[in-house]
Nanobody, 128 residues
Framework: QVQLVESGGGLVQAGGSARLSCADS????????VGWFRQAPATERQFVAA????????YYANSMKGRFTISRDNTKNTVFLQMNSLRFEDTAVYYC?????????????????????WGQGTQVTVSS
């Protein structure tokens, strides 16, 4: 069973960087595509980035391109989200999620319902 745990959140100054990690205590994350989503107070959860099982294909929300980088280390069953040039509006709870490695993933990587497993989230607060 996939059990996701996010870490790396905290308080960051605007313009700074943070690196989030998503680990699977069940040891099977390497079999899944993984996405990052975020949710700010009083807003809907939104897509941030996703990565295919092999790591060979990544996807980003337009507002994150060039600032955020998703990567993975399948030997450690961990997915990372490197966030640079952080802005106040990046303040949110960040969630990682795992989706089965289906060939049509490119058609729904941004949809929450495409993911079967979710972590509890980690808070990132960007101070202005």
């Amino acid at each position: 069973q996939v059990q996701l745990v996010e870490s790396g959140g905290g308080l960051v100054q605007a313009g700074g960087s943070a690196r989030l990690s998503c680990a699977d205590s069940g040891g099977t994350l390497s079999n899944y595509n993984v996405g990052w989503f975020r949710q700010a107070p009083a807003t809907e959860r939104q897509f941030v980035a996703a990565i295919r099982r092999s790591g060979g294909r990544t996807y980003y929300a337009n507002s994150m391109k060039g600032r955020f980088t998703i990567s993975r280390d399948n030997t450690k069953n961990t997915v990372f989200l490197q966030m640079n040039s952080l802005r106040f509006e990046d303040t949110a709870v960040y969630y990682c999620a795992a989706a089965p490695d289906r060939s049509d993933f490119s058609g729904y990587y941004y949809r929450q319902r495409g993911y079967d497993y979710w972590g509890q989230g980690t808070q990132v607060t960007v101070s202005s």
